[in-house]
Nanobody, 120 residues
Framework: QVQLVESGGGLVQAGGSLRLSCAAS????????MGWYRQAPGKQRELVAG???????NYADSVKGRFTISRDNAKNTVYLQMNRLKAEDTAVYYC??????????????WGQGTQVTVSS
């Protein structure tokens, strides 16, 4: 069983920075992709940033130029560096991983979420 554990959320002033971490543990054969999603009250969950095994990344338009996703393969950990935070970034941030099993079948895993609150 795979577990994703997020950390790094908190309260920060607008213009500040936070760094989120997500560590995957358990029976991991291969990581296809990892990413960060967020969900604010009354809104749908949205992809914030993703990174694939080959290193390609993608970002939501609203965070381009401010957020950076990276990964430490040895630790099965993905990070989200968030700079110049805005009040609109306030949400619960969820780590997501698509992991491949022995037959190259994909399985989706989600972290418990970490609250990010940006005060204006």
């Amino acid at each position: 069983q795979v577990q994703l554990v997020e950390s790094g959320g908190g309260l920060v002033q607008a213009g500040g920075s936070l760094r989120l971490s997500c560590a995957a543990s358990g029976s991991i054969f291969s990581i296809n992709a990892m990413g960060w999603y967020r969900q604010a009250p009354g809104k749908q969950r949205e992809l914030v940033a993703g990174i694939r095994s080959g290193g390609s990344t993608n970002y939501a338009d609203s965070v381009k130029g401010r957020f950076t996703i990276s990964r430490d393969n040895a630790k099965n950990t993905v990070y989200l560096q968030m700079n110049r935070l805005k009040a609109e970034d306030t949400a619960v941030y969820y780590c997501h991983a698509n992991l491949l099993g022995p037959q190259d079948d994909g399985y989706d895993y989600w972290g418990q979420g970490t609250q990010v609150t940006v005060s204006s």
